[in-house]
């Protein structure tokens, strides 16, 4: 198999956490397929990590809890964090191979 990071994606949490949504949405199917939807680019790379929490967030919003379950979903170095209940992204670049070193954003 491949050597996948540290930090494994349990198949159960996703399925745990895609439940949660589910049933939050019970009355709302279209939050849960759009949220489908925006997973299934995010796994085909059509959107990046800040663009997928960003549409994630906005998909949820109001549902704090939601969106800090997440932070299941991303990769190492990404975490969503609430700060006097505002939604903050925090962002620690992973020792990767060996690059030029990315530009500040």
């Known amino acids: 198999g491949t050597g996948g990071g540290p930090k494994q994606l349990r198949v159960e949490d996703a399925l745990e956490y895609l439940d949660l949504v589910k049933k939050r949405f019970d009355t709302q199917p279209a939050v849960y397929n759009q949220f489908l939807e925006i997973m299934k680019e ?3 790379q ?9 549409r994630v967030s906005r998909l949820f919003k109001g549902s704090r809890e939601l969106v800090l ?3 299941t979903f991303l990769p190492p170095g990404y975490k969503i964090d609430f ?3 505002r939604m903050q992204v925090q962002h620690t670049p992973q020792p990767g ?5 990315a530009p500040p954003p």
């Open 69 to 71: 379950g997440f932070n």
């Open 83 to 85: 700060v006097n209940n």
């Open 42 to 44: 995010f796994k085909a």
């Open 97 to 101: 191979p060996a690059g030029p070193p």
């Open 46 to 54: 059509a959107i990046d990590t800040p663009g997928v929490i960003d």
